[in-house]
T-cell receptor
Framework: GAVVSQHPSRVICKSGTSVKIECRSL??????MFWYRQFPKQSLMLMAT?????????EQGVEKDKFLINHASLTLSTLTVTSAHPEDSSFYIC????????????FGPGTRLTVL | AQSVTQLDSQVPVFEEAPVELRCNYS??????LFWYVQYPNQGLQLLLK??????LVKGINGFEAEFNKSQTSFHLRKPSVHISDTAEYFC???????????FGKGTKLTVNP
């Protein structure tokens, strides 16, 4: 149980284009989903917290107009990187909380974004 | 400040040797603690969690961790490691009243033959 999927696993795009990454909880309802960014050999950096049906809450320093987050249902959240630039190249990981007060976060397998 | 500290950035060990990965937390983090493992180019997998109750927590893949309130530690241990345990390990805490995990910087465990 507690499986989270991400799609795509890898994406290469040209500078200036937009890329959408999907995060799905496969066997549980996720009231809250989280989006992280991870630079090589570093820990995870929380970008935003997403609650179903409401606007995402972004961490300080994260551009909300660049990283659009939509949490349309209890099993799906999307991250759209708009007008991507090479510095947006990174490993993006989502996680989902199962709604329990004591619940851990379950992580997706990550998406490697490369912007040329 | 709320923080989780992993004291070792890299831990090399030989196969079948015991290993301990250290994690200390600030008292404001406390309450709920987790260990995650990350294999190359993959997401994080939950190894184990401490929420309450017994201070010795057993997880998957033969790992266990002990919650020590007096030392504000939550060290991860395995009595005999395998080559396949080579990975990055993250300790994380969940401050009371928050839903945001606070991560340590990670420890790279390398198991050598």
């Amino acid at each position: 149980g507690a499986v989270v999927s991400q799609h795509p696993s890898r994406v290469i795009c040209k500078s200036g284009t937009s890329v959408k990454i999907e995060c799905r909880s496969l066997d549980f309802q996720a009231t809250t989903m989280f989006w992280y960014r991870q630079f090589p050999k570093q820990s995870l950096m929380l970008m935003a917290t997403s609650n179903e049906g409401s606007k995402a809450t972004y961490e300080q320093g994260v551009e909300k107009d660049k990283f659009l987050i939509n949490h349309a249902s209890l099993t799906l959240s999307t991250l759209t990187v708009t007008s991507a630039h090479p510095e947006d190249s990174s490993f993006y990981i989502c996680s989902a909380r199962d709604g329990s007060t004591l619940g851990a976060q379950y992580f997706g397998p990550g998406t490697r974004l490369t912007v040329l | 400040a709320q923080s989780v500290t992993q004291l070792d950035s890299q831990v090399p060990v030989f196969e079948e040797a015991p290993v301990e990965l250290r994690c200390n937390y600030s008292s404001s983090v406390s309450v709920y603690l987790f260990w995650y493992v990350q294999y190359p180019n993959q997401g994080l997998q939950l190894l184990l969690k401490y929420l309450s109750g017994s201070t010795l927590v057993k997880g998957i893949n033969g790992f266990e961790a002990e919650f020590n309130k007096s030392q504000t530690s939550f060290h991860l241990r395995k009595p005999s490691v395998h080559i396949s345990d080579t990975a990055e390990y993250f300790c994380a805490g969940l401050p009371g009243g928050s839903e945001k995990l606070v991560f340590g910087k990670g420890t790279k465990l390398t198991v050598n033959p």
